[in-house]
């Protein structure tokens, strides 16, 4: 690198002891800190690498396989973040000018963000690190245009689109503010060469990951925030992450400061683009906080350089720092210890504790029979503490991981032992250390998934609080056939979800047509829509169910209706 640290021989070891705290601090709250449910849901994902998973590239994955192929426990699915985020920090410090060690290790130990990332794997995780490579070596190769820096800058590009598609902003923020790179040749190879590397991905997508990539380009923002919803939720969000006490004060020396070199030309509109995008995406919906990670590297050494040049502000935060990491400490301690009972709104108490418990007295009650739970991440979090494999019921609204592993294929027609809390019409009941568990026994399981339903509509104009007939084309599985209502413990069922266009939720009815006679081939069946009391204009979708639970799927696109005024007698 062009500059090298310019620090004295008792700033590096300030440096390399901090290093060293950092990490023996994140090694302990891995090994005392249950898993996320996320972590355990990635940690599902590691079970079986591939080219992407559902809602995101494979590098968490990978980044999991390898740390848990060296230690199988919490600390083996969060190793990779650990050391990783060592090297996050110290490529950090590189990239500073004002070698001011202190400061910086105020910041940091100050900013929530640093805290989360240094244990905790997700897929933000991979694309922290890929992130910093990026902007440690985009300096480089902004100022020497050679053929080592174009290698580098191909495979970190690469590395950083398998973490997360999150990366391509910082790719497109780097163009944008720096668009001479058009006219090199180098960068053009970079762009092909990166482009042709995540083909895989890419084709990965398009093939299995339809279910994931319809989801978030449709599902994930219906319902648009308001501007008071949004500066809860995306500003303080922010400042939250900067720094319980110091995050004003981060983000507002990020965009005072006057960058002094082109480097940091370049990465100031990187990091306000970022965040401006996020704050303008979440209009659409809810973001997590976590999405801009990107952008701290950039607002880091930014803000570093503003406040070491102001002593008055410099002493501020250096006071602001010290009950900045008793607070943050004080929570890394009740996620590993849960030594104060908390507001129930606030309590994540359930999140990361109790679930070796809960695992080993459902091991016990299925006694080997494959266990079913209504959720993605308590079936990650039973099959990572319980090890056996777990499965999830499909959830419409959010695909998951689950929906492309096929269990309903291998447990069809099995004895299986359902975990769910709402939806079982009869069950029994467990205590545990998570509450109180309804269980249901199902010596028949019945998986409709692979079932399409083909809504035959010749009209979509109806009276308000009118019964309406509905024809539905039924496509089987072409492996078995959907039997027929005497011949099983849980017959299917034909009914639908209803809500306004633009409305929040729905409204499930359960009138239904059962499933009398097998069905082997495709068929049309008729069912009965009660047209709601209020006109309006609503979507319309058919579910195949069982009929003693809910184990249901969304298998119609939505079908528009309008409904009118009843007419009077």
Known sequence: MSEQIKNT????????????????????QAAFTELAHDEAYYWVWSRAIDWGYIEHPPMVALFIKIGYALIPNEIGVRLMAIVFSALILYQVYIQLIMKDIWLYVAMVSSMLLFHIGGFFTAPDTPLFVFVGLYYLFLKEYLEKNTWQSTLVMTLIITAMMYSKYHGVLVLFFTILFNWRLLTRKTFWIIAITSALLFLPHVYWLFTEGKPGLEYALSGRFRDPLSFYQVFINFLLGQIAIAGPLIGIIVLYAAFAVKPTNPYQRTLKPIMIGILGFFFIWSFKGRTESNWTASAFIPMLVLAHQYISERKKLRKVVLWLAIPSVLIILAVRLQLMFYYVELPHRVDRHGEFDGWKEYAAQINKLAEGVPVITSGYQSASKLWFYGGKTTYAIHNPKRPSQFDLMNYGETLYDKKVLILMNYLLKSAGEIPTPLGTITYQWFDEYRDYTSVRLEPLVENNTYEAG????????????????????????????????????????GFWNQYGVVIENEISHPEVVT?????????????????LANQDITIWRLLTDPVSIKVTEANKP
């Open 466 to 505: 009118t019964w309406v007939n509905f024809r539905i084309r039924i496509f089987p599985n072409e492996k078995w056939s959907i039997p027929a209502s005497n011949e099983t413990q849980n017959p299917a069922f034909i009914t639908h979800i209803m809500r306004e266009e633009n409305g929040d939720g």
């Open 527 to 543: 069912t009965k829509v009660l047209m709601p009391d209020k006109p309006g204009e609503y979507k319309l979708w058919f579910v």
């Open 9 to 28: 021989g008792k700033d590096k070891k300030t440096l390399l002891l901090f290093l060293a705290g950092w990490i023996t601090l994140n090694l302990l």
